[in-house]
């Protein structure tokens, strides 16, 4: 069985459903980089040592961006 492959952020690929990051600080300066590079500004919805949930600070006017990260039990990330 081969192990899955699992996308790796970069400023050019953008954020994917099942990338892992080692730190919260990792995902924090991937959404800061990747909202400058947009030209978007984001609001963080939930925060705590679990969880992060971010989106679109222009929601109400139809940018449905969003962002959420969890640790994970299985791989400690």
């Known amino acids: 069985m081969e192990p899955l492959e699992v996308p790796v ?13 080692g730190t919260k ?3 924090w ?5 990747e909202a ?3 030209s978007f ?10 969880r992060l949930m971010v989106r679109c600070q222009n929601h109400h006017e139809g940018c449905k961006a969003r962002i959420r990260a969890i640790k994970s039990k299985r791989v400690g990330h």
């Open 41 to 50: 500004k984001w609001h963080t919805t939930h925060s705590d040592k679990k």
């Open 25 to 27: 600080n990792e995902v």
């Open 9 to 21: 952020w970069g400023p050019l690929t953008g954020f994917t459903k099942g990338q892992q990051f």
């Open 36 to 38: 400058l590079s947009l």
């Open 29 to 33: 300066h991937a959404i800061a980089t």
